[in-house]
């Protein structure tokens, strides 16, 4: 029987510019990425005429993104997340999968919430990055 698993290798997380339309440039030595971790919460909405208890779908927390790149100090992308994360703003990003289709993106808005520089002795020097999503993300249909 064929599998049809994918490698995530060749996946890519890219930054838009805010233009109209906007351009995504991918953010450079990005390694894992994991998320966005979303989630809903059910909201009880029993009352004096339930027969057992009740709920509905609440609001969705987009959650959050993050990944680990090889850290290059004076690259422009990596520059641009630590900006970000200094003026607090909210961007247009995208997760763009290797599975050959233009379609297999996933867009949405988040800020920068982390950013954690790490720099072993034996090892190339890392930033990690947290994304916070903010509303909704856009699925392939």
Excluded: C
Excluded at 16 to 30: Q, Y
């Amino acid at each position: 029987m064929a599998t049809a698993a994918t490698l995530g290798l060749g996946t890519l997380i890219k930054k838009g510019d805010g233009a109209s339309p906007e351009v995504f440039t991918t953010i450079a030595e990005v390694g894992t990425i994991s998320g966005p971790s979303q989630s809903s919460e059910f909201v009880d909405v029993t009352n004096q005429d339930s027969t057992a208890r009740e709920f509905i779908a609440g609001l969705v927390d987009p959650g959050e993104i993050s990944f680990t790149m090889n850290y290059i100090p004076q690259n422009a992308t990596h520059k641009a997340l630590l900006t970000d994360f200094t003026d607090k703003s909210v961007d247009e990003y995208e997760l763009a999968f290797p599975t050959g289709s233009a379609a297999d993106k996933w867009s949405f808005k988040a800020a920068v919430t982390g950013a954690e520089v790490s720099a072993p002795i034996d090892g190339p020097m890392q930033l990690s990055v947290t994304l916070k999503v903010s509303g909704a993300v856009t699925f392939p249909s």
